[in-house]
């Protein structure tokens, strides 16, 4: 599997399909962990320098995706000032650089569409499900917004069942980009549906981390007959298991706070012709 430093993002909007896959809950010592550990071979073939740690711009799911969406992605966990890959324009912004693809939309979504781009959110967790006028705001930034029972956090085959949603509206919409999203599920609690424990562990989601590594190589297959894509992979916050006294998540620890993430091109052995619009 070939993968590409990402470079000038400008160059890349309109030539290539923009893939942002959430890992949800996913603690950054897990993900590690389980990469040096091969038990996650896929994550492995993509990331030859493993994930680089980030601190999340949110402790929740929809605080972290809110801010995702408008070009907030997690930043680099040491000093400076980091350039984003995408930025909302607004005056003062000292993270926006000349290779930022820099929309004056309020959302991703919405600039990606504006371009020509088909927005696909395949939703995971709760604030994904469309059940609720809460459950609806962030579904609702996509032309085309796709979760059911079996895509949630309690369907221990939610992982295929997502991917399998996804390559079904990347096959209609085999002429022009895509901008896909996906939220996985298996990796916020309850993960000890994978590994059959009674309590949620690290050990519990890197058996439901295992799920998402195994469910992804017919998205990767389908991209790449595709062309080129630009990737995000990232988790949205971590979550504690008792550390210090904390469980959960939406509380500002260290294990929360710190993230897994990976950027990259992933090379297609096609090309679409589709026009810049």
């Known amino acids: 599997m070939k993968v590409f430093p990402i470079g000038d993002v400008q160059g890349l909007i309109g030539a290539a399909d923009v893939v942002f896959i959430t890992l949800d809950s996913l603690r950054y010592d897990v993900a590690v962990q389980a990469l040096e550990g091969g038990h996650t071979p896929t994550f492995a073939a993509l990331l030859p320098h493993g994930w680089e740690e980030r601190h999340s711009p949110a402790t929740f799911?929809?605080?972290?995706?809110q801010a995702f969406l408008s070009g907030f992605l997690p930043t680099p966990a040491r000093p400076g000032r980091h350039s984003r890959l995408f930025a909302a324009r607004f005056e003062g912004s000292q993270t926006t650089r000349s290779s930022t693809f820099?929309?004056?939309?309020?959302?991703?979504?919405?600039?990606?569409?504006?371009?020509?781009?088909?927005?696909?959110?395949?939703?995971?967790?709760?604030?994904?499900?469309?059940?609720?006028?809460?459950?609806?705001?962030?579904?609702?930034?996509?032309?085309?917004?796709?979760?059911?029972?079996?895509?949630?956090?309690t369907s221990v085959t939610s992982a295929q069942m997502q991917v399998?949603?996804?390559?079904?509206?990347?096959?209609?919409?085999?002429d022009r980009r895509v901008f896909l999203f996906i939220n996985f599920a298996a990796t916020h609690h309850p993960t000890r549906i994978y590994d059959g424990s009674e309590r949620e562990s690290p050990q519990s989601q890197r058996a439901?981390?295992?799920?998402i590594d195994a469910a992804l190589p017919p998205l990767l297959e389908a991209l790449q007959g595709r062309g080129p894509a630009l990737m995000i992979l990232c988790a949205d916050h971590g979550s504690a298991h008792g550390e210090d006294g904390y469980f959960g998540h939406r509380i500002a620890h260290p294990l929360v706070w710190t993230v897994p993430y990976a950027e990259?091109?992933?090379?297609?052995?096609?090309?679409?012709?589709?026009?810049r619009p």
């Open 61 to 65: 799911t929809f605080a972290a995706h």
């Open 102 to 153: 820099t929309f004056d939309e309020a959302y991703l979504p919405h600039a990606l569409a504006a371009r020509g781009y088909a927005t696909i959110c395949i939703g995971g967790v709760g604030f994904f499900n469309g059940r609720t006028a809460l459950g609806s705001v962030l579904p609702a930034l996509f032309q085309e917004a796709h979760w059911s029972p079996r895509s949630g956090v």
């Open 164 to 174: 399998n949603r996804a390559l079904e509206r990347l096959a209609a919409h085999a």
């Open 208 to 211: 439901a981390l295992e799920s």
């Open 264 to 275: 990259f091109v992933l090379h297609g052995a096609a090309t679409l012709s589709v026009p």
